[in-house]
């Protein structure tokens, strides 16, 4: 089977409802970044990042996975896929993608704030302070802060090297290391863009589709689908 690789960002998850992690404005729901996304944050005002991070984890279990989560499940019917996800949400394993590799972590788990490896369920949308992971450390959520490193970075860039297509949906390329990714994928293999604002200039082999997730992601999958591969 065809290994198809995919790399998402904010703009999948803004069609179910979800906020993008950075607005125009450089707020996230209201906040600076550096109050709720740095480590620095947790240490000057735990109880609020906690907070805010429930408040977040809430919105990700409130929200469904929309008709491009869904349609990229598809694709399993008759490639190997695999998606990289900038996305702290959990959307596409419940649209039922069988292989995502979250890059900055997943809300709906929590970490220990000393060992990130350490990584528990969360029964529900509430981390409460008090709960502690088997070191005695705070449990926070398991969400990468500007700051920390990328864990799943190296594995992710294999990953892409592997590539047989490769389609990009709904992601600026504004943040690193993740924005880097795209320069792992061998030179000859077929690139898609699914974006309103296409991230980057044309060259050969790079398939631009200027749409929003729900409308560029349906497409593309309509087509691959239907080809003769």
């Known amino acids: 089977m065809k290994k198809i690789v995919i790399l998402t960002g904010a703009g999948i998850s803004a069609e179910s409802g979800l906020k993008t992690f950075r607005d ?15 480590p620095e ?19 990700v ?13 598809r694709l399993e019917e008759k490639y190997h896929v695999t998606i990289i996800t900038q996305n702290i949400d959990d959307l ?44 005695g450390s705070q449990l926070r959520a398991h969400v990468v802060w500007f700051g920390e490193a990328v864990p799943m970075i190296e594995t992710a860039a294999q990953i892409c090297a592997d590539a047989e297509v490769f389609i990009l949906i709904g992601t600026s390329l504004a943040v690193y290391p993740a924005a880097g990714l795209i320069n792992y994928v ?17 060259s050969p082999g790079v398939v631009e589709m200027p749409y929003k997730a729900t409308i560029g992601v349906t497409m593309l999958v309509d087509e691959l689908m239907g080809e003769n591969r």
């Open 24 to 38: 125009s404005d450089g707020l996230w729901e209201g906040y600076n970044i550096e109050d709720v996304a740095i």
């Open 41 to 59: 944050a947790w240490e000057r005002n735990p109880q609020m990042v906690q907070q805010f991070y429930n408040e977040r984890r809430k919105s």
């Open 61 to 73: 279990l409130e929200a469904s996975p929309n008709v491009a989560h869904l349609a990229l499940v």
């Open 92 to 135: 596409h394993e419940r649209a039922g993608s069988t292989n995502v590799v979250h890059l900055h972590g997943i809300i709906t788990r929590s970490q220990s704030s000393v060992n990130p490896r350490l990584t528990y369920p969360i029964n529900g949308w509430e981390i409460k302070m008090g709960e502690k992971c088997k070191l």
């Open 186 to 202: 061998p030179r000859d293999v077929t690139r898609y863009i699914i974006d309103p604002n296409i991230p980057v200039s044309s």
